[in-house]
Structure formats: structure tokens, C-alpha cells
């Protein structure tokens, strides 16, 4: 999540999160309530403390920790007592670490003096304003790595957990990693922790950060410009934009890419190419696909998941690596028209891109489909789901109304050339 309306520590994801609200544009799978909040809302602290661990010890000079990229996002497990294994989404857009209920009850801290758990309030990309519980929990261990006393929000997972098929415990914030030199390794599938003193050397090019908002914050080049952008790789778009304040040349859109989740209902997204390179110190990507939001730009997982990315809190610098050396692109973005909140049993259609060959077909939100291609959606992951996007012509999409089932051929077509 991030904190700070407008400062977001990370107010916008391309999907489902939290604190953005978003999770994918058009034709991608909308992760349910909870990631969208990740990237779609901004939480309003006052004068709470960011989630910070009260003490961390590492055991070992280097952690490693397999991790499973869905989508865009890094998700770790980690077991240290018979409950687990425990599944966390790591978002260093987050200001504040969030656990489920349960496992805030297991490792519950010492009580609210008032004897209730205060509250955090969480206003989401349209000043929908919600309140969530904040807590504090004894431990999460990963690995050889101990954080104590942690602060946290408490959300239920359980519709992102249905969305990605796997049970999702919390996800961790930046300032958790304040004490640690936190490395996360897209193209190896890992996530490395190694004790910040140590200061080892790491290969790239590393970039100073500002983490005053105890996200981090770095200097990027739009054209001729400079732009301060979050890093955060609780967003799974590739770059998230606000063009107030200067005008941003786009040789395809913005165009209507869908609609996002927030916590506080859905919204419709713009999504476009720009004509313009995007560059972060030494790295360039010309004319990249980027998701337009009003709050905070962000560099996210889609051109983090190019790079191992290297995070010392302690030195305020971040380093990107990758072994080529050669411009990264964005594809064209295709799309069926049709953005869903996943359940197991049905995925509903939470919005329908207008002038789409799916709007055509007169598919509207709030339909329920039950099978795709013939087969239950409960088959369907993220991962399935986007590789037939990638290649398939048309989709066959089954509707159910009451108890009949219809199908129809919705056509794949490029959202973004």
C-alpha cells in the first residue's frame, strides 16, 4: 500500500492493487479487491509510523529466497511454524506492510492501550475514503532473516487469493527491508537479503533515492525532461505516467484500456505509447507503453522484471542490472476488450472497453462467465489466461444467465500497436 495521498508511496498500479487500485489494463485479468488496492488507493497516516520492523537480525551474510513471478509481481513463501508455508507479494511502492487477519492474530503484539485496534484511513484514486485495522505482529521470518514487532494494516486476501489461485498472507512493504539490502531478481525468480552494513558490491548502474516517504523515489528521463518516479514493484504495469504539467507526445492513444479495482469500486483506465524514450540512468526504452494516472509516476514490474534490482536503504541508492545491453521494448498490448474480477467459480466482468468487438457483441459488465475456450475458468490462471491473449485470435467466452449458458466469440484484437 502506499501512504500519503499524492505522495502515494506507489498510488498506482496497472490492475488490481491496494493502493493504486488497478491491476491490468484492458484484456488482462483485474487481481481482485485486495491487490488493487495495492496499486489503486493511497493511504492518509497522520501520524502513524510507516511498518518498520522493530528489530531485524540476519543470520546468514546471504539469503536466498525462490520466489514465483506472476505476472508481473514477485511472490516469496516462507514457513517457520506449522501454519505456514505463508505466501507474501513484496511491494516496495508500499509505505506499510499488510497481513491477513488470521496472521495477525497468531503473532498478535501488545493490545491497543484502548483495548480496540485503531485504524488507518485509506482513501482510494477516486477520494473514496475506507479505514483499515492497524496491528502490530511479533514476527515474520524469511529465511534467515527475523523481523520483530512489525507494524502493519490488516486486509483480507481472500479475493486476491482467488484471483491468483494461491493463498496470499500479506504483502511487504519497503521500510521492512530497511536493515537489509534487498535484491529482487526477476530473471533469476529470486530474492536476495543480505545485512545492509555489509555494503557488498553490485553489479549495474546504481541511482540515488529519496525515501523521505519511506518509498523510494528516483530521478527518470522523460525525452529532455526529468521526472521523479517511484520505484515500485507492487504495480504490474511497465510505467505509470501523469502528464499534468507538461504534454507528453503519444504516437498510439491514450486510448480506454479497461477498468482497474480499487477499494473503493471500479474505474476505468487509459493506456498509450508514447513517442518519447524513457530512460533510467544508463538504461533506455524508447517509446514504451505507459499506464496515464493522476497520481505519482511509478517504474513498474513490466520493466523492473528485465532486471535484477538491488535496494540499500541504508546508502539511499538502488542499482539495476541485466545482462543485455540492448534497448528493452514493449509489445503491442492486445486485448479482448473484457477486463474480469476472478472467483473460482465464475469470473465477472468488471468492465468492457467501448468500441471493442466484445461491446459489439454486447458483452456488458456484471456478466458472469463460467468457461472459456469450453473449459471452467477454475483452469484459467493469470499466466494461461495472458499466453492465449498473446496468440489467439478470437476467444470463445461462455455467459451464464440464470441457469442457461451462451457462448460467444469475442475477437483479440491490439489495444495499444
Not at 501454519?83 to 491497543?112: C, E, H, K, M
Not at 473503493?264 to 524508447?286: C, H, K, N, W
Not at 543485455?324 to 474480477?341: D, L, M, N, Q
Request: hydrophobic fraction near 40%; proline fraction near 8%; charge should be positive.
Amino acid at each position: 500500500m502506499k501512504n500519503g495521498r499524492g505522495s502515494w508511496s506507489g498510488c498506482g498500479w496497472p490492475r488490481v492493487d491496494f493502493r493504486r487500485a488497478a491491476l491490468r489494463p484492458a484484456g488482462r485479468i483485474l487481481f481482485a479487491a485486495a491487490l488493487f488496492w495495492l496499486l489503486s488507493a493511497c493511504t492518509t497516516v497522520g501520524s502513524r509510523r510507516p511498518s518498520q520492523p522493530g528489530h531485524t537480525t540476519v543470520s546468514s551474510p546471504l539469503v536466498v529466497l525462490p520466489a514465483q513471478l506472476i505476472g508481473n509481481l514477485l511472490l516469496i513463501e516462507a514457513k517457520w511454524d506449522r501454519f505456514g508455508p505463508y505466501r507474501f507479494l513484496i511491494d516496495t511502492g508500499s509505505s506499510s506492510t499488510l497481513v491477513t487477519p488470521a496472521l495477525a492474530r497468531r503473532y498478535q503484539g501488545p493490545d491497543p492501550a484502548a483495548g480496540a485496534a485503531p485504524r488507518v484511513r485509506v482513501t482510494g484514486a477516486d477520494g473514496v475514503v475506507t479505514e483499515l485495522p492497524q496491528g502490530t505482529i511479533r514476527r515474520i521470518e524469511l529465511g534467515d532473516v527475523r523481523f520483530d514487532d512489525v507494524s502493519v494494516l490488516i486486509y483480507d486476501f481472500a479475493a486476491l487469493s482467488a484471483h491468483l489461485g494461491v493463498r496470499i498472507d500479506g504483502v511487504l512493504g519497503f521500510p521492512l527491508f530497511r536493515e537489509t539490502l534487498l535484491t529482487l531478481d526477476y530473471p533469476g525468480q529470486r530474492v536476495l537479503l543480505q545485512p545492509a552494513r555489509n555494503a557488498p558490491l553490485i553489479p549495474g548502474t546504481p541511482i540515488a533515492f529519496d525515501d523521505a516517504r519511506k518509498v523510494p523515489l528516483i530521478t527518470v528521463r522523460l525525452g529532455e525532461r526529468s521526472i521523479v518516479a517511484l520505484v515500485d514493484s507492487g504495480s504490474d504495469a511497465f510505467f505509470t505516467l501523469n502528464p499534468i504539467g507538461f504534454a507528453p507526445r503519444f504516437v498510439a492513444g491514450p486510448t480506454a484500456g479497461g477498468t482497474v479495482g480499487t477499494i473503493s469500486g471500479d474505474r476505468p483506465q487509459m493506456i498509450g505509447r508514447l513517442g518519447e524514450t524513457i530512460a533510467i540512468g544508463d538504461e533506455v526504452f524508447p517509446q514504451p507503453i505507459v499506464v496515464i494516472s493522476d497520481e505519482l509516476p511509478a517504474v513498474g514490474g513490466g520493466l523492473l522484471r528485465h532486471f535484477s534490482v538491488s535496494f540499500d536503504q541504508l546508502r539511499d541508492r538502488v542499482t539495476f542490472f541485466r545482462n543485455s545491453r540492448e534497448p528493452i521494448s514493449t509489445p503491442a498490448r492486445r486485448s479482448s476488450g473484457v477486463s474480469f474480477s476472478k472467483t473460482p467459480a465464475y469470473w465477472r466482468v468488471a468492465g468492457v472497453v467501448p468500441g471493442s468487438p466484445a461491446a459489439k457483441a454486447e458483452v456488458q459488465p456484471g456478466d458472469l462467465v463460467t468457461r472459456i475456450n469450453g473449459e471452467p475458468v477454475a483452469r484459467w490462471d493469470i499466466r494461461r489466461y495472458e499466453k492465449l491473449l498473446a496468440t489467439a485470435d478470437e476467444i470463445g467466452l461462455t455467459f451464464l444467465l440464470g441457469t442457461v449458458e451462451t457462448e460467444k466469440r469475442v475477437a483479440v484484437f491490439e489495444l495499444v500497436p
